[in-house]
């Protein structure tokens, strides 16, 4: 069983609130994503992180803005809400097994349960 | 440039059936291949992961196959439940970067009908 939650699940909101989504682990993993999908569509990375004080912007452009201020806990804060951003947003973490760069990316990635978010 | 693909894009089957889904990809330098299934409004669950001294592999039902010449893997389910009604996620890993990136297929949409 993962150790990673999302909040909230479900979250619908009004044009122009901000926003943030909670994403923490309790792994101690050092690696952690943020995708975006819409229905039936694929899972497109927004944001990740390889430690604390480190973001970087993915393939998809976002408005959307992250932190990691601790290992566990990679909010994602959206400042002012449009329609657009309606979508079903996934965080993910993974975690390195040992030193070294053969090894290390040999690793499960978990996921949490998504946060499903309709902006009216 | 790094790509996964998937197919069929969908598939349905009769509970009690076997099916077999393909993930050609090019992501390099290869790292491991992960399927995942993920259930409607939910986060995708970890079948099997494969490394690339890895030919097979088997979770229960789910049989995975890896060949890393020709950059290709399947996801064989055996005797097919209703249960197994999901999207079917085959995400690629790279060594290239300090990050070790995933590059995720579309999925595979299998529908079991009773």
């Known amino acids: 069983e993962a150790d990673i939650y999302q909040t909230p699940r479900y979250l619908v909101i009004g044009t122009g609130k901000k926003i943030t989504l909670e994403c923490s682990q309790t792994m101690g993993h050092d690696k952690m994503y943020w995708y975006q999908q819409d229905p039936g569509m694929e899972l497109h990375l927004i944001h990740y992180s390889y430690g604390v004080n480190s973001t970087e912007k993915g393939d998809l452009s976002s408005e959307s803005t992250v932190s990691r201020i601790r290992t566990e806990h990679f909010p994602l804060t959206l400042e002012s809400a449009r329609p657009s951003h309606t979508s079903q947003y996934l965080c993910?973490?993974?975690?390195?097994?040992?030193?070294?760069?053969?090894?290390?990316?040999?690793?499960?990635?978990?996921f949490g349960q998504g946060t499903r978010l309709t902006v009216v | 440039k790094n790509q996964v693909e998937q197919s069929p894009q969908s598939l349905i089957i009769l509970e009690g059936k076997n099916c077999t889904l393909q993930c050609n990809y090019t992501v390099s330098p290869f790292s491991n291949l992960r399927w995942y299934k993920q259930d409607t409004g939910r986060g995708p669950v970890s079948l099997t992961i494969?490394?690339?001294?890895?030919n097979t592999k088997s979770n229960g039902r789910y049989t995975a196959t890896l060949d890393a010449d020709t950059k290709q893997s399947s996801l064989h389910i055996t005797a097919s439940q209703l249960s197994d009604s999901a999207s079917y996620i085959c995400v690629v890993s790279d060594r290239g970067s300090t990050l070790g990136r995933l590059y995720f297929g579309r999925g595979t949409q299998l529908t079991v009908w009773p």
């Open positions: 993910a973490s993974s975690g390195s097994t040992s030193p070294g760069q053969g090894a290390a990316w040999n690793t499960e990635a978990f």
């Open positions: 494969m490394t690339f001294s890895e």
